[in-house]
C-alpha cells in the first residue's frame, strides 16, 4: 500500500469513527456548548440542554424515547431551540476527552443534582426555566416547553420594571425575575448572584422577606446535613433532639416546618416507636392540611399503621411460641 492510499484510509477511518458518533436524542444535538451558543445567537433562538445518562439513566432513556427521539418533537422546537446534549455515560468511549471534561464543567456550573435534567437557557448560556421527564408524549412536551419558555419574557419585563424603579419597588421586581423562573438555589446563585446583592441593597429592611426566606435555606441546608450525620451514626436521640431545637428555633416557611415536624414521624419509626411516629404525622398534617405533601403524610401514615399491626402480630406469635 503506497503512503497516498494509506493517508486516504486514515482519513476515511476517521470520518466513519465520527459518523458512528450517535447522540441519545438523535439528529439535530450539539454536544459542543460553545458552539451551540453561537448558533442560539446567530439564529435567535434558546437553548435547550438535556443532562443525560444515555447509556444507564432509565428515566433519561424513556424521555428519548417517547419525545426527544420523534418527529413531532424535533419540529415543534427546530425555530425555537438549539439542542444541546451533555451527556454523562458510563461508556465514556462514546465521548471526547474534551466533551467530557466540558461536560463535567457544565454539571458543576449549573449545579446539576439529578438526571434527566432538562434547562432552558438564553443564547449566553443563562437558565431561566428547569424541568424533566414529563409523560404525555411530543407534542405535549412541545407544550411544556413551550410554558416554560414564556417564563423568560416574565423574567426580562421584571428586570426592565426593576432598571427604573428604586428601593423596596425595585427589590420587588428583581424577587418576581428570580421567582418566576422557580430555579433551584444553586443555579441562582452561580448565574443570579449579582440580582441577589442588588436586592438586599434595594430593600435593607427586607420588607420583600428574600434576605430572611435566603437565610432560612442556608440554615434546612446546614440541618440536613447535621441530620444525615446523626442518622450514618444511629444516633437517633441526637437527630431527635436536633429536630426539637431546629423546630423551637422556628423561622421557617409553612412547608418546611411542615416537613420538620413529619421528620420527627420518620426517626420514630425507626426506633419502631410507631405510636409515636404516627403521632408526629398526624401533628405534621395539621399543621397545614392543605399542603402538596398532606397526602403524602396519609400514605405515610398507612404504612406506619401496618407496620404497627405486624409488630404486634410478630409479638403475639413470640408470646405463644414462650408458651
Not at 468511549?93 to 432538562?118: C, F
Not at 441526637?238 to 415536624?261: H, N, R, W, Y
Request: glycine fraction near 8%; hydrophobic fraction near 40%; charged fraction near 35%.
Amino acid at each position: 500500500m503506497n503512503m497516498k492510499l494509506i493517508i486516504k484510509t486514515c482519513a476515511a477511518l476517521a470520518v466513519l469513527s465520527l459518523a458512528g458518533i450517535t447522540f441519545a436524542g438523535g439528529e439535530g444535538w450539539s454536544s459542543d456548548f460553545a458552539a451551540a451558543k453561537k448558533e442560539a445567537v446567530e439564529s435567535k433562538k434558546d437553548l435547550l440542554m438535556d443532562f443525560t445518562g444515555s447509556d444507564w439513566c432509565g428515566w433519561c432513556i424513556k424521555l428519548n424515547e417517547e419525545v426527544f427521539s420523534k418527529e413531532p418533537f424535533k419540529t415543534g422546537v427546530k425555530d425555537k431551540f438549539v439542542l444541546v446534549e451533555v451527556d454523562f455515560p458510563k461508556d465514556k468511549s462514546k465521548l471526547s476527552e474534551a466533551t467530557v471534561k466540558q461536560n463535567e464543567e457544565l454539571r458543576e456550573k449549573y449545579g446539576i443534582k439529578g438526571y434527566p435534567t432538562i434547562l432552558l437557557a438564553d443564547a449566553d448560556g443563562k437558565p431561566f426555566a428547569a424541568t424533566g421527564y414529563q409523560k404525555g408524549g411530543p407534542e405535549e412536551y412541545v407544550k411544556h416547553l413551550d410554558e416554560l419558555r414564556a417564563k423568560k419574557a416574565v423574567r426580562d419585563e421584571s428586570f426592565k420594571v426593576a432598571e427604573k424603579a428604586k428601593g423596596v419597588e425595585k427589590a420587588k421586581a428583581l424577587v418576581a425575575a428570580l421567582n418566576g423562573m422557580g430555579l433551584d438555589d444553586a443555579i441562582v446563585a452561580s448565574f443570579y448572584g449579582d440580582v441577589a446583592e442588588q436586592i438586599k441593597a434595594a430593600d435593607p429592611g427586607d420588607e420583600t422577606g428574600f434576605g430572611k426566606a435566603a437565610a432560612a435555606k442556608v440554615r434546612i441546608e446546614k440541618f440536613q446535613k447535621d441530620l444525615m450525620e446523626l442518622a450514618q451514626k444511629q444516633d437517633f436521640d441526637g437527630a431527635m433532639a436536633l429536630v426539637d431545637k431546629t423546630l423551637k428555633e422556628g423561622g421557617f416557611p409553612s412547608d418546611e416546618t411542615q416537613q420538620l415536624i413529619a421528620t420527627r414521624g420518620m426517626i420514630f419509626a425507626q426506633q419502631k416507636k410507631f405510636d409515636e411516629a404516627i403521632k408526629a404525622v398526624d401533628e405534621a398534617k395539621a399543621f397545614a392540611p392543605e399542603s402538596e405533601i398532606a397526602a403524602s403524610l396519609d400514605g405515610f401514615k398507612k404504612r406506619l399503621e401496618e407496620e404497627k399491626n405486624k409488630a404486634a402480630e410478630g409479638d403475639g406469635a413470640d408470646a405463644s411460641e414462650a408458651k
